[in-house]
């Protein structure tokens, strides 16, 4: 069977991946596909429910039209097999016997009772890899609870560190599914980890991901705190959520768009910060240009000083205001850029478009234009969520049709994957 983009290796070229259709494992999957595995998703007959999720292309709803499909199943193939089937539950078992990893995220229990789980399969392939993506892992006494991106991130913790410094306000659920792409990460990860372990030791395990930690150690310092210290960190805006309230870092620059500057604390930061004041004119105009200088005097300051030491206090505030100073003549475009320019770490809040088309991201190839042969038409598609120059990957053509690969796939079955022959 052939890939869309299969002339291009990746550094999983030759591993072959089964993925059980589901809406929170979908993402470990297309990234397992970028890098090069050919990843073929089982499907229902009739298509799995994410085909249906909106948005829809044209705002024409379809099996073959939702954009959330498109996007999380780009470069896979689609094998259509019902699992509630004896010929497909036979189809099904010939498809694991000549792959390499299997991805699924089925509620415990569920593969074990049709007899597809990977105890099944494990004394006739040990050097199968099998990696289950589920809400608390597989061996936790809430193992049966179910659960959605939002319970995720707000059981996990998430939830509790985004929001606003008025906390009359709700807390606010990260968006764009970021439970299950945290979870989908640490999935990958393990496939990977998994692998290199299958081809050094000629043996294969079994991977078993909790969505509930996985989201629960990017609480930073929120669950250390809460461990370690018995406290318990606030939610603030636009910035990280901790126990004792920080200053507040959102800069309005001229144009009225917002924009985020870390405090300077280093002698080059000062520096930087008192130089780019005299380029643009505003030293005079700028009542505490020698509380910079003085940072830079005594070599940068240290944060746990600023509570204690006045002048140290004078000096970390000086910083802040000259931010502003400089924003208030600046595009929040032109602040960002130039702050990266000199090494003083901001930021710039952009709409969805504004990241597509920014020239810092087009320079590193997160846009991609991907072509539906059967529109005739190509669409931009965000890229990798990383950058990683000797690990080449690449959107390998667009999410196919309910079942379109069904038969090559199942003509094929019998011949091993490429990796697996090597290993052995």
Not at 207 to 227: I, K
Not at 321 to 331: I, M, P, Q
């Amino acid at each position: 069977m052939s890939r869309a983009g299969a002339e291009a290796a990746g550094p999983l070229d030759g591993v072959r991946v089964v993925e059980l259709a589901s809406e929170h494992a979908a993402f470990a999957g297309k990234v397992l596909a970028d890098l090069g595995a050919e990843v073929i998703v089982v499907e229902a007959p009739d298509g799995h429910a994410t085909r249906w999720f909106e948005p829809f292309a044209d705002d024409v709803p379809g099996a073959e039209n939702s954009l959330w499909w498109w996007f999380y199943n780009a470069g896979k193939s689609s094998v259509a097999i019902d699992l509630d089937d004896a010929s497909g539950v036979s189809r099904f078992r010939a498809l694991v016997a000549s792959s390499d990893v299997v991805l699924e995220g089925e509620a415990p229990g569920h593969l074990a009772d049709r007899g597809l789980d990977y105890g099944d399969f494990e004394p006739v392939r040990p050097d199968l890899v099998w990696v289950s993506v589920t809400p608390f892992g597989r061996a936790n006494p809430r193992a049966h609870e179910p659960a959605t991106d939002l319970t995720v991130a707000a059981n996990a913790g998430p939830a509790w560190s985004c929001g606003y410094d008025d906390h009359a306000l709700p807390p606010v659920r990260p968006g764009g599914n970021q439970a299950y792409h945290t979870v989908c990460l640490w999935a990958v990860m393990g496939a990977m980890a998994a692998l290199y372990a299958r081809d050094t030791l000629g043996i294969g395990q079994h991977v078993d991901v909790s969505m509930h930690a996985a989201s629960n150690v990017t609480t930073e310092a929120a669950t250390y705190e809460w461990l370690v210290a018995h406290a318990t960190v606030e939610r603030q805006t636009f910035r990280h959520a901790a126990v004792r309230r920080t200053p507040d870092r959102i800069i309005t620059a001229a144009d009225g768009r917002h924009a985020i500057g870390a405090l300077p604390r280093l002698t080059a930061e000062f520096r930087a910060l008192a130089d780019w004041l005299v380029e643009l004119g505003l030293r005079d105009e700028f009542d505490e240009y020698f509380f910079l200088e003085l940072g830079v005097e005594r070599g940068g300051i240290l944060l746990n000083e600023v509570d204690r030491d006045p002048l140290v206090a004078a000096i970390y505030r000086a910083g802040y205001d000259a931010l502003r100073a400089v924003a208030a003549h600046l595009t929040a475009k032109e602040f960002f850029v130039g702050a990266q320019r000199r090494g003083l770490p901001a930021g710039v809040l952009m709409a969805p478009e504004d990241v597509i088309e920014d020239e810092h991201f087009v320079a590193r190839g997160f846009p991609v234009e991907v072509h539906h042969d059967d529109r005739n038409r190509s669409f931009v598609y965000p890229g990798a969520p990383y950058h990683a120059p000797a690990a080449p990957w690449r959107v390998r053509g667009r999410a196919p049709h309910v079942g379109e690969h069904t038969a090559a796939v199942l003509d094929a079955l019998g011949t091993e994957s490429p990796r697996r022959s090597r290993a052995q």
